[in-house]
């Protein structure tokens, strides 16, 4: 390889002084949500914040005195040269990522550049710069003369401090690039950069150097997207938060409220999770879950144990790898649940991160950890300084970050690392058979950072998955189309697919629509397409008169767009559509496609149970059918109620529960869990009350009449009412004293009931009636009148209470009383 004689020098030095050895100290993080790729550096994020890193997936250098020098696996000084020699030797580095692994509703708050300085050949500093770039070079090929044209404008610059301290050896430096992933996710996610000197034509010589992934993985350069994290407050059970009322909970089978809130306000819940226990730290199965997670088994059996990687207390880095014919189901990976020796418990796993990806390769996995990912970008859903993974009947769980699409038709590895483990001892199951996986491995001092297994062996762990997506019941259907995705280029018209309702497994808003295809790779584009979703009461086959398949009234756009590319997760097309249809599950679920023009294809999967589809389109020649097949989908619900009842057995008395709730996020991310106790104590007793008393005691036309009432109850009265004159009305409360004043109008019986509800709800009831005379009579005895008070009370127990009050009084020389025909009244 030729070199000019001042990168000649700097070699031989370097070799000499450095023998080009990565920092012996490595940086240290204090960023609890660092990646799985990097050292951690960041400064610590918000509590509401968590950093997804996408690792860079190609990298190189290049030179315009070696114009047609390829630089791949030269890492001399880091690897990425950025800078002008004294001998004007230019360079510049090209940084390739795929971004495509994040959703295009995801919704972050930033995203950087990160390169890692390794060197300073030349200790004067310049400012660098970060161009977008075009996407079409490879490290293994490009070169000064084949370098891809890039913006003039830079995406981003880091100018300061002033020289000498600019750039100085040791240290990440981060370059702003949040507008061009916000782009690349919604286009083909692939986004290429070039990192250079601002001037190239000098007048002061530059060089700066820093790590590419050939030097040392985990100091290569990535992208850091930070995100907002979701929040659960406000829990209640049967309305009640705090004692003493949530000590005396009524109902076996109370009702959970909760508030959920984000960081974003445009941001919403997706999802929740609701569990019931009555142990404080959920050990052991919950009394009752409220999930949409379906559990499929990966692999069972407990033909071999051993405690890796669970049960060393030690760093550990651990692959495993599942073989496509262990996975019998596509979509949202929620929890990987591995089998263990225990039935509960929580273990403690320090500094954890998960990164899964799926991969064509179904080859055992090797000793290159970077390696066996070959062909996928691995996806980061997990990274905790201290996680609790909970032991329930017999699986640890670890919940992740809703971010991965799993594949059945492709393998799937998942990588775990941690620094130590609370559970010496723990014991994983495994089958040793052949052919159904493989694991890499190495444990022990800096194994979290070990690029290289030191244990491969053929081993299939035992794991279950729990998947968030709700499939049709004919998923997983080997016979395929090309109607819609696998039709000619020029192909134009509208497509119908009908899925009986008794083939779907969920209800909810419609959020993403996954079509199960005969390639793993192949994305599909649309031109001037149409989705619109219904529920149709159309049964059986579909017409081949389109328009009369649904009424339209019914039919909700979902997605309208000039240019729409479904991305292929590994053998799954994502619709990924508005938010705006809600499915009941009362009838059948129609989706139409219109389209004028596509690009590139794949054959779908159909299924033959229960799903039918009608069309009309071009395709070098005209097309129109009704058959009784229809892709096989999968959906991803969105579920943004904030209750829900608890549908377990009933709650037995005296007892203290204990109930939790998360939520999802519109980016498919998890908030952390929320709790509160509760206990289930029935109460039978009603209110205690005094009265009621009704003032004057002699009411004539016209009074204005007062009934008060004393009520009391140990937790509390909620509300007092009175029912009279054929109304309801809220009684004034002052103290433990309530009260109603009317005025009457008519001669006539008054009656009335006054109900009290207790703080948690039990009843008592009293009933009276009131006499309205037109006057004082004149007595016979002496001028002494009568009037009587008939009080009637019901207790909680339902025992009738009646009470006659004969009150006399001395006459006021009103003329006698006259009773009219009717009930008076306020």
């Not at 529920?535 to 009234?553: I, K, Q, R, V, W």
Request: contains cysteine.
């Amino acid at each position: 390889m030729e070199r000019s004689p001042f990168y000649a020098a700097l070699i031989i030095t370097a070799l000499v002084l450095r023998i080009f050895a990565v920092p012996t100290s490595i940086p240290i993080i204090d960023d609890p949500a660092s990646s799985s790729e990097s050292p951690r550096d960041f400064k610590e994020t918000a509590d509401d914040e968590k950093i997804i890193r996408i690792h860079v997936l190609e990298e190189e250098a290049v030179m315009d005195t070696h114009p047609d020098q390829n630089y791949h696996g030269n890492t001399y000084y880091g690897g990425l040269w950025v800078g002008l020699s004294p001998q004007a030797d230019l360079t510049r580095s090209y940084l390739k990522f795929d971004v495509s692994v994040l959703p295009e509703e995801f919704r972050f708050e930033s995203a950087t550049i990160n390169a890692y300085m390794l060197d300073e050949p030349v200790p004067d500093d310049a400012p660098i710069a970060i161009h977008r770039a075009g996407n079409g070079w490879s490290e293994t090929s490009i070169t000064w003369n084949t370098q891809p044209d890039f913006s003039p404008t830079p995406t981003s610059v880091i100018d300061s401090p002033a020289s000498p301290d600019m750039f100085v050896p040791g240290n990440w430096y981060s370059w702003d690039v949040t507008e061009d992933v916000e782009s690349a996710i919604l286009s083909d996610g692939i986004l290429s950069f070039v990192m250079k000197v601002t001037n190239e034509s000098g007048p002061v010589a530059e060089s700066n150097a820093f790590v590419e992934d050939e030097r040392s993985h985990f100091n290569a350069s990535f992208i850091a997207v930070r995100y907002s994290v979701p929040s659960v407050s406000g829990i209640a059970v049967d309305g009640h938060d705090s004692t003493p009322l949530i000590d005396y909970i009524q109902n076996p089978t109370p009702t959970i409220t909760w508030t959920a809130s984000d960081p974003d306000p445009t941001d919403r819940q997706l999802d929740y999770e609701v569990q019931i226990s009555d142990s404080s730290d959920f050990t052991g199965f919950p009394l009752w879950t409220a999930t949409h997670d379906t559990v499929y088994p990966v692999m069972v059996s407990n033909d071999s144990s051993g405690v890796e990687p669970f049960g060393i207390s030690s760093q550990m880095r651990f692959q495993f790898k599942y073989s496509p014919s262990l996975l019998n189901q596509s979509g949202t990976l929620d929890k990987i649940m591995f089998h263990v020796n225990r039935t509960e418990g929580v273990v403690v796993l320090e500094n954890l991160v998960v990164v899964a990806g799926c991969t064509t390769s179904t080859g055992d996995l090797g000793t290159g950890f970077d390696a066996n990912f070959a062909g996928c970008t691995p996806v980061t859903l997990v990274n905790s300084e201290l996680y609790e993974a909970q032991i329930v009947d017999g699986r640890l769980i670890i919940d992740v970050d809703n971010l991965l699409v799993v594949s059945q038709d492709m393998a799937l590895i998942i990588e775990i690392r941690f620094t130590n483990s609370s559970s010496t001892g723990l014991v994983s199951f495994y089958d040793s058979t052949p052919g159904l996986g493989s694991v890499a491995y190495v444990w022990g001092s800096s194994a979290y950072e070990n690029s290289v297994a030191f244990f491969t062996d053929p081993f299939c762990y035992s794991m279950d998955l729990a998947i968030r997506t709700s499939n049709t019941a004919s998923w997983a259907q080997t016979n395929s189309s090309e109607v819609v995705f696998g039709l000619a280029t020029n192909s134009s018209g509208t497509v119908q697919f009908k899925y009986d309702r008794a083939s779907l497994d969920g209800t909810g808003l419609v959020d993403r629509i996954f079509f199960h295809v005969n390639d793993t790779t192949q994305d599909v584009t649309l031109e001037n397409l149409t989705v619109t979703l219904a529920e149709t009461s159309t049964e059986g086959p579909l017409s081949g008169d389109l328009s009369s398949n649904f009424n339209p009234a019914d039919g909700v756009t979902v997605l309208a767009r000039d240019q729409y590319t479904l991305k292929n997760r590994g053998g799954v097309l994502v619709l990924d559509v508005e938010s705006a249809f809600y499915y009941s599950g009362l009838r059948d679920l129609l989706i139409q496609i219109v389209w004028d023009c596509k690009s590139d294809g794949v054959e779908s999967f159909i299924g033959l149970n229960g799903s039918y589809s009608a069309w009309n389109f071009v395709d070098n020649q005209t097309h129109q059918a009704s058959v009784s097949w229809a892709p096989d989908v999968a959906f991803d619900f969105i579920h943004t109620e904030n209750e829900v009842q608890y549908q377990g057995s009933p709650l037995p008395e005296a007892t203290r529960f204990y109930v939790r709730v998360r939520v999802l996020d519109g980016s498919g991310i998890w908030s952390s869990w929320t709790q509160l106790s509760f206990k289930y104590e029935p109460i039978t007793e009603g209110p205690q009350f005094e009265g009621p008393r009704v003032s004057p005691e002699q009411v004539i036309v016209g009074d204005q009449v007062e009934i008060t009432l004393n009520v009391t109850f140990t937790l509390g009265v909620s509300q007092v009412l009175i029912e009279i004159g054929g109304n309801n009305i809220t009684m004034s409360q002052s103290g433990d004293r309530y009260s109603y004043s009317f005025v009457t109008s008519s001669v006539g019986t008054i009656t009335f009931t006054v109900f009290m509800e207790s703080a948690v709800g039990t009843w008592s009831a009293a009933t009276g009636a009131i006499y309205v005379l037109s006057s004082i009579p004149s007595s016979v005895d002496g001028g002494t009148t009568l009037t009587i008070i008939i009080i009637a009370g019901l207790g909680a127990a339902g025992a009738a209470i009646v009470v006659i009050f004969f009150v006399r009084k001395k006459g006021k020389n009103r003329p006698s009383a006259q009773y009219g025909p009717s009930l008076g009244g306020p």
